[in-house]
């Protein structure tokens, strides 16, 4: 069994950061893929951004384009996602998701809200 535990999320003011930070724990036999998920009450939860076990290669939602990176560090099993200038869209409860031991998992989700 994997565990994803989230961390970072907040209150901050329209054009400001945040980083999220996504641990994996448990008995882990391989991490791929690892991203970002969000969803704002009354939507579908959508991908935000995700990025391959090797980190050469990350997907980005249009939105969030030039102002979000996702980043990780393979030793510690752990991915981060920096959000910059942030805007009050941005509101929502932020999931991290990973590919591992050939199952699909979920964190148990991060408010982030932007006050305008």
């Known amino acids: 069994q994997v565990q994803l535990v989230e961390s970072g999320g907040g209150l901050v003011q329209a054009g400001g950061s945040l980083r999220l930070s996504c641990a994996a724990s448990g008995t882990i036999f391989n991490v791929n893929t690892m991203g970002w998920y969000r969803q704002a009450p009354g939507k579908e939860r959508e991908l935000v951004a995700s990025?391959?076990?090797?980190?050469?290669?990350?997907n980005y939602a249009d939105s969030v384009k030039g102002r979000f990176t996702i980043s990780r560090d393979n030793a510690k099993n752990t991915v981060y996602l920096q959000m910059n200038s942030l805007k009050p869209e941005d509101t929502a409860v932020y999931y991290c998701?990973?590919?591992?031991?050939?199952?699909?998992?979920w964190g148990q989700g991060t408010q982030v809200t932007v006050s305008s």
């Open positions: 998701a990973a590919d591992a031991n050939w199952r699909h998992y």
């Open positions: 990025i391959t076990s090797s980190g050469g290669s990350t």
